[in-house]
C-alpha cells in the first residue's frame, strides 16, 4: 500500500520561480489537505479539498493555488516563491472531512534563496 | 480563537521509563476531538491516539494513554514503559466544529538508551 504519496521530498527554487508539489492517495479518501510546517510552529492548513472539483482555503493560503480534478491528487502550486515560503509541505488524506484519523505524506522539505 | 499549547519544547528521559507530555487547549465548543500525532526522525506523522470530548473515558492504546480533564482543558500523553523508536516530534490537535485541526507547536522527546 502506497498510502500518501509527496514528490518530491527535497526542493531549492530562487525567488519568484513557480512549481508544483505533487500529492497522491490510492486509498480513495475524499478529503485532502496542505499544511506547511514551520520551526517552533503547529502545522498550518494552506488548502483542503472535500471531493474532487471542490477545493478551500485554510489558515495560510496566500501564494498558492491547488485544484482537485480527481479523488486521488492533489497538487499545490507555488505561484511565484517567496523566501517566506521556505517550510515543510505535508500533504494528508482521510476518509471524510471529519479528520477521524489523517494519513501523512513524507514531506516536501521547500527552501527559496 | 481556538488554541493548543505545548508548554514543554523538548523532554528526554532513559528507556523504560514513564513519561508525560502536556497540552492544554482552548475552545467554546462543548463537542470536539483531541489528537496525539508522533512525527518521528522520517517526518511522517503518525495519529498515536485520539479522545472524543463526549467520552469521559480516557483513551489508551497500548503503552499510551490520555489524562483528560475536560473542566481544566488539559489533554496529556502518558507513554509508558518507553522505547528507543518513540524519539520524535509529539503533536497535540483539536479539531474543530468545521472539522479542522489546530496544532500545538509541538514536543520533542528523546528516549536514552
Known amino acids: 500500500n502506497a498510502g500518501v504519496t509527496q514528490t518530491p521530498k527535497f526542493q531549492v527554487l530562487k525567488t519568484g520561480q513557480s512549481m508544483t508539489l505533487q500529492c497522491a492517495q490510492d486509498?480513495?479518501?475524499?478529503?485532502m489537505s496542505w499544511y506547511r510546517q514551520d520551526p517552533g510552529m503547529g502545522l498550518r492548513l494552506i488548502h483542503y479539498s472535500v471531493g474532487a472539483g471542490i477545493t478551500d482555503q485554510g489558515e495560510v493560503p496566500n501564494g498558492y493555488n491547488v485544484s482537485r480534478s480527481t479523488t486521488e491528487d492533489f497538487p499545490l502550486r507555488l505561484l511565484s516563491a517567496a523566501p517566506s515560503q521556505t517550510s515543510v509541505y505535508f500533504c494528508a488524506s482521510s476518509y471524510s472531512n471529519r479528520n477521524e484519523k489523517l494519513f501523512f505524506g513524507s514531506g516536501t522539505q521547500l527552501s527559496v534563496l | 480563537a481556538q488554541t493548543v499549547t505545548q508548554s514543554q519544547p523538548e523532554m528526554s528521559v532513559q528507556e523504560a521509563e514513564t513519561v508525560t507530555l502536556s497540552c492544554t487547549y482552548d475552545?467554546?465548543?462543548?463537542?470536539?476531538?483531541l489528537f496525539w500525532y508522533k512525527q518521528p526522525p522520517s517526518r511522517q506523522m503518525i495519529l498515536v491516539i485520539r479522545q472524543e470530548a463526549y467520552k469521559q473515558q480516557n483513551a489508551t492504546e497500548n503503552r499510551f494513554s490520555v489524562n483528560f480533564q475536560k473542566a481544566a482543558k488539559s489533554f496529556s500523553l502518558k507513554i509508558s514503559d518507553s522505547q528507543l523508536g518513540d524519539t520524535a516530534m509529539y503533536f497535540c490537535a483539536l479539531m474543530d466544529s468545521n472539522y479542522q485541526l489546530i496544532w500545538g507547536a509541538g514536543t520533542k522527546l528523546i528516549i536514552k538508551p
Open positions: 475552545t467554546s465548543e462543548n463537542n470536539y476531538y
Open positions: 486509498m480513495n479518501h475524499e478529503y
